[in-house]
């Protein structure tokens, strides 16, 4: 539905260039959500605006529906571009105008007759939960509230695909919530194909089935959500998924732990769990073998699909020894370890 074959975009500036995207290519299959993950500056702004040509690419191709937009005269691609919608992370409504007549507004555009205008902007409303709100201006709603206006004007013209410039990254977690749950809806029940950019790992999690990361305008690593969250082949793919769990040391421990061994003190080790490692009893495994005990600190194990993962803070105790040994067989064993003092 939507692929983009080797786009590179540089932006020419007075003294220098900038390559926001380099030889980037991408298929996001009919009817699925596909995240683009990056930390600031990447080039997931780029990558997103790339897809409608809101920027032009230096070089490659794009293809919406098997049609290659770069090549298409400008009053063709406005006519693609209808196909295209988009939601960004600052809602973008008309202030002047009420929640039904931006919804209302690309219908206006098209010159639909009144009364298909108002029945459409009512089944709208309605799919996004506002019809209370149609006579409501923008400035007194929510964030999440604006965001839903935002959607239903944006499916108004029946796109085919739908961007998201990081749509929920001005929202509070519980809200956030409930937009991914309504782009999942309507991802479902109106087959619309998603692409979604952003830079918390959770909200892949929630509604995507297939991730790319991206780094230094290249994508890093890609493929399906739960292949990438048991079996993350790069580093930084690692620490997004570390930074959607939240194991913190407990502050009691955190004012205790020394840099170095004082004689007879506990490893405090933070180990990261993913694929077939956190499916198995490794650390009961290490304990019978090396006379050990793991005394668990903190700890969150998730799943996407039937994958779980997750990090465990432990302290080692007992043959001390055998500490070194129990390392090395979590190690061995693809458990990530990392060393954060003695307690
Ligand atoms: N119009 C522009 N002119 C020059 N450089 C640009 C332009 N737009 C983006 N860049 C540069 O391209 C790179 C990628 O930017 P981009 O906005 O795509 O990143 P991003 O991943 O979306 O970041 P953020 O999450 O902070 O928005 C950055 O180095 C940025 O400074």
Excluded: W
């Excluded at 089944?123 to 149609?134: F, I, P, Q, S």
């Excluded at 239903?152 to 809200?175: H, I, N, Q, W």
């Amino acid at each position: 539905m939507i692929e983009l074959k080797n786009v590179t975009k540089i932006f020419k500036q007075k003294d220098r260039e900038v390559t926001a995207l380099a030889g980037v290519s991408l298929k996001v299959e009919r009817g699925k959500i596909f995240g683009v993950i990056g930390t600031s500056g990447a080039g997931k702004s780029t990558l997103i605006r790339c897809v409608n040509l809101l920027e032009k690419p230096t070089s490659g191709e794009v293809y919406i529906d098997g049609k290659n937009l770069t090549t298409l005269p400008d009053r063709e691609l406005a006519l693609e571009r209808r196909q295209i919608g988009m939601i960004f992370q600052h809602f973008n409504l008309l202030s002047s105008r009420t929640v039904f007549e931006n919804v209302a507004f690309p219908l206006e555009l098209d010159r639909k007759p009144k009364h298909e205008v108002r029945e459409r902007v009512t089944e709208l409303l309605r799919l996004v939960g506002l019809e209370e709100k149609a006579g409501d201006y923008p400035a007194s709603l929510s964030g999440g509230q604006k965001q839903r206006v935002a959607i239903a004007r944006t499916l108004a013209s029946s796109p085919k695909v739908l961007l998201c410039d990081e749509a929920t990254s001005a929202l509070d977690p519980g809200t956030t919530a409930s937009i991914l749950r309504l782009l999942k809806d309507i991802n479902r029940r109106l087959h619309i194909t998603i692409l979604l950019i952003t830079h918390e790992m959770n909200v892949v999690k929630s509604i995507c089935h297939d991730v790319a990361v991206i780094s230094q305008g290249k994508l890093v690593e890609k493929g399906p959500v739960n292949t990438v969250f048991s079996n993350p082949k790069t580093e930084l793919a690692r620490s997004f998924i570390s930074a959607s769990l939240h194991v913190e040391i407990p502050e009691h421990y955190r004012q205790r732990v020394t840099a170095i061994n004082e004689g007879g003190m506990s490893p405090l080790l933070r180990l990261r769990l993913t694929g077939d490692t956190a499916d198995q009893p490794l650390l009961s495994q290490a304990a019978r073998l090396f006379e050990i005990d793991t005394k668990i600190i903190s700890a969150q194990m998730d799943h996407v699909g039937d994958k779980n993962f997750g990090v465990v803070l432990v302290a080692l105790s007992g043959r001390t020894g055998n500490y070194q040994k129990a390392i090395d067989f979590f190690i061995y064993h693809h458990i990530k370890v990392e060393l954060l003092g003695y307690v």
